[in-house]
């Protein structure tokens, strides 16, 4: 294959760059002849983060203004955490594959010493998070918690922790260990289990967004993980049904082991969460998602 320059569009966090990282060492390892190129875009929520998230819209608040550099033709790939996509891409464009999936589970990340089950000098701990998925499912867990909204980065969350801004913060695990800030000696981690605290739709995924057509689309193909795309894309489709985008209190993960594909999701509603989970072949995965949302609608 002939020397070719691939334009990578993504946002400028640390996170960020180090996903655009693992993107590019994919690329060249299965297209040695390749060169990439990074190209930083700062979304709206990354000028103004301390603003709720719901100001600016609601979904796709990290995501469009790359599909609109991707359409304009400024870059050729976009690289997206998927929990943060819409769940329809623009028009013209898609998401031609994903890297393997990393551990989906949040986990409490709280300052040394604090005992979870008391409270702290007579008050409640202050938890800090922004998501409404979140919120709903560690209030069920701990009522006692004060949840508080949050914005920043991972590394300005965990400084708000430091500084004793909050008591505690809920974040994702993957995010936290393609970072290297897991076991830091000053915090404590509480891991939730998935049956405690599923995950958000794309949760630990690498979404990789180009054109419809294109060479670009065809390169990514190849490095896709055919189990955790075929994860995405049912997590997709079930929020679809639910008209749920990335700040609606619903949780869904879907699972590939061999042939067998396992749909949970939870929502809040007034007065508790209801939980739904489903199991069928991999090949029925849009059948699944639709018993599993029809339960959930009707129930």
């Not at 190209?39 to 609601?58: V, Y």
């Not at 955790?228 to 079930?238: D, I």
């Not at 869904?252 to 069928?280: N, Q, W, Y």
Request: proline share 2%; net charge neutral; hydrophobic share 40%.
């Amino acid at each position: 294959m002939e020397t070719r320059i691939i334009r990578i569009g993504t946002r400028g966090s640390k996170l960020a760059l180090t996903q655009t990282e693992m993107v590019e060492k994919k690329l060249k390892i299965a297209y040695p002849g390749i060169r990439t190129e990074r190209i930083i875009i700062n979304t709206i929520a990354d000028r103004h983060s301390e603003k709720p998230l719901a100001e600016f819209g609601g979904e796709g608040v990290f995501s469009k203004e790359l599909e609109r550099a991707l359409l304009d033709g400024r870059i050729d790939v976009a690289v997206h955490s998927a929990k943060d996509m819409a769940v329809n891409t623009a028009t013209g464009l898609a998401i031609s594959g994903v890297l393997k999936r990393e551990d989906v589970r949040d986990v409490l990340v709280y300052r040394k010493g604090l005992d979870l089950s008391l409270t702290v000098t007579g008050k409640k701990l202050r938890i800090g998070t922004g998501s409404p998925r979140r919120r709903c499912q560690i209030e069920a867990l701990y009522p006692d918690f004060i949840c508080e909204n949050i914005r920043g980065n991972v590394p300005t969350r965990l400084d708000k922790v430091r500084n004793g801004l909050y008591d505690g913060v809920i974040l994702a695990v993957a995010g936290l260990k393609r970072l290297d800030m897991l076991g830091l000696d000053e915090f404590e981690y509480r891991y939730f289990t998935e049956e405690e605290m599923l995950p958000a739709g794309g949760q630990a995924i690498i979404a990789i967004e180009t054109s419809v057509v294109g060479m670009a689309a065809e390169l990514i193909g190849e490095i896709s993980d055919a189990d955790s795309f075929l994860e995405l894309k049912t997590e997709q489709y079930v929020l679809r049904c639910l008209n749920a985008g990335c700040h609606e209190p619903i949780a869904v993960r879907a699972l590939v082991e061999g042939d067998k594909l396992t749909v949970s999701i939870v929502r809040a509603f007034e007065g508790g969460l209801i939980k739904v989970s489903r199991i069928g072949h991999r090949a029925k995965w849009k059948g699944t998602a639709d018993e599993a949302v029809g339960e959930l609608i009707n129930g």
